[in-house]
């Protein structure tokens, strides 16, 4: 890892931390309990994992050193075991009034689990694949798995078109201009139910999504035409001059999915408009940073350490989005398949992409 990566994590850990305590000490101070929320179960979860990272690289004493295995293991699960013991929160009639609904909450938060560890699973994986080592031919596995899950990846974005991925309307009727996309109603900028628009802050949402989703179906369909043309061969389409720009892309793509649901889900924080605009500058940072990994990786510049770190800086949001995941199917006034089929998809695009398009070297990152 280089020491701007380390730098960055250090920051951003830091911001969530005030983010986070003043969330707190506002929930408090009106008379609700913060386990009671999702705002707090989310941030006191993923700030936890962000500040995990952020103490192990200030007192590792190797310089390249990304994240240990024990390391690994407590930042990747930390995120959704807290939120899930968090939304139970233990006979809360605010989470859950009835033995039925708690019976239900429990499967709903108990699948999410699950995938989260599928997810740290194949991260975990993927993570040692991008280590230091020297070039080497994609395995028998690799040729096997990775042409079928980057066109079921593909699959699943595009199938998002026909299916919720806002309140009211699909994929197709967002870009028809029916309604916005989905943080145009749910953001920092502008709470779900209470904290009026901050009118500065609110319109950037809106229009930022709907350019991104574009950007990401075309990415797909990109995806899907590269596959035919290279007869679903992975040898073939890592030699492709297409796939670096299309990993860069998808990669990107995928790191504003994960963070803008992430701090759509934290909509009150428009409660505390100074809170709020420091989650957008999170919100923003990651994608700027995001950018500088991979903006190299488009041109060609897929060195190991670039992927090693965007997967350590999402990984944390990613849990969280995982283990809400099924509420997209089950839920009431929040009922976005088409949106959760979304996420899976781009993440399905953006590991296998990367398994692709890495280039094992000898090299070290930079200092």
Known sequence: MTRGFKLFVVIYAAAMVVITAASIRFEIRAGHGWFDSLIGSALVGVTTCYLLLAINYLFSRKRDRAVGALWLGIVFLLAPFVLALTLLALGSETV?????????????????????????????????????????????????????????????VLSSLFLEVTGGASGWGMLSGERHWVTHYYSVGKGAIFGGPIPWLQPVFGPVGYVFYIVGLLASLALVSLLVKSSFSAE?????????????????????LLTDIFWGWNNDLSFIPWTATLAFGCWLAVLIFGAVLLVPVARGDAAGWRLRALLILQAPIAAFNLVMLPVYFVGDYIYFPGLGLLIVGLLLENWTCMDLVAYQGRESAPA
């Open 96 to 156: 859950a009034a009835t033995d039925a609904e708690r019976f239900l909450l429990l499967a709903v938060v108990g699948v999410g689990i699950i995938l989260a560890v599928i997810y740290v699973a194949v991260t975990g994986a993927l993570l040692k694949r991008l280590g230091p080592g020297e070039d080497r031919p994609l395995n028998r596995r690799g040729r096997v798995l990775l042409p079928p899950s980057l066109l079921l990846g593909a699959a699943l």
């Open 236 to 256: 073939k389409m890592r030699a492709s001059v297409l796939l670096a720009p299309l990993t860069g892309v998808v990669g990107l793509v995928c790191l504003w």
